[in-house]
């Protein structure tokens, strides 16, 4: 799933243009409740770690929290990127699936602001993300229902106001109903697969889609490509890297019908 951002406070992820580019190629996921971890070859450097500006809490009963060993193509080495709950982390998957993302910083320093009845109050935005256009954006992420209960909108409507443009070009409040959890699946297992890509594949992927009348099922490729079980894969990666287009919206398996092209 890849997004447009654009001046709203709210973000419609569906709403979305094509952005053929493929992110990270490592990236480990911990938990801080004693979880399994996955394992990820990051070399011999460890990654670099977390910038939070705002101390995390290790444990909640009622929340997920933990990190995410990042590498974008900006960053010379991978980072720890923490988030404080499943629906952080799920943004945070979306984002770098999106392609353009060159820099994603969770809690970056506090904003001052007076709120709408004039007292003085600081936010933690969730991440401050840089686009490869150089456009910086503060992204609030919060569930629907606590947004409105707590006027949270307005609060960011204050903030917008006094925010320095050197911290930030804009405000984006993301909430549980800007994405389905099909879109969340398929953005945490678009950015599994690319820690394992295989470029010789990707080529022989080239060549069968040249020769194939769309559309088509990931089932269908996958079988041409001959990879044993790793042509689901291939396929998968490519819908996420422009070679074929499909519904992200709705979770992508064997029977998803898929066009050539990144054409949404």
């Known amino acids: 799933m890849t997004t447009q951002i654009t001046n709203n406070l709210t973000l419609n992820f569906n709403a979305a243009e094509t952005i053929a580019e493929t992110l990270p190629r490592s990236l480990q996921q911990t938990t801080m409740g004693g979880s399994a971890a996955v394992s990820v070859d990051i070399g011999d450097l460890p990654p670099l770690p977390s ?9 909640s009963k009622n929340s997920s929290r933990g990190g ?46 007076r709120d709408a009845d004039g007292k003085r109050r600081s936010h933690f935005f969730d991440f401050l993300i840089v ?26 409507k204050c903030i917008r106001q006094e925010m320095r443009k050197d911290f930030a070009d804009d405000i984006l409040l993301i909430t549980d109903q800007d994405f389905t959890k099909a879109e969340a699946q398929n953005a945490e297992r678009y950015i599994d697969f690319a820690r394992h890509k295989d470029l010789g594949r990707e080529q022989s992927l080239k060549e069968v889609i040249a020769s194939t009348s769309f559309p088509a099922t990931v089932a269908e490729l996958a079988a041409k490509l001959d990879a044993d079980g790793e042509g689901f894969r291939s396929v998968f990666l490519a819908i996420y890297e422009g070679l074929l287009t499909a519904n992200k919206t709705a979770l992508i398996d064997s029977q998803t019908t898929v066009l050539a092209g990144g054409v949404q």
Do not use: H, T
């Not at 499943?86 to 994603?104: K, P, S």
């Not at 910086?136 to 006027?151: F, Q």
């Open 51 to 59: 910038r939070s500006m705002r101390r995390i809490a290790r444990r």
């Open 68 to 113: 995410v060993v990042v590498q974008l193509p900006g960053w010379a080495r991978p980072r720890i990127v923490f988030f404080e709950s499943r629906l952080e982390l799920n943004v945070l998957y979306i984002l770098l699936a999106r392609g353009d993302v060159i820099d994603v910083w969770e809690q970056p320093p506090s904003i001052s602001y």
């Open 131 to 156: 686009l490869k256009s150089g456009r910086r954006i503060a992204i609030a992420v919060k569930p629907a229902k606590i947004a409105v209960r707590s006027k949270f909108v307005s609060d960011l």
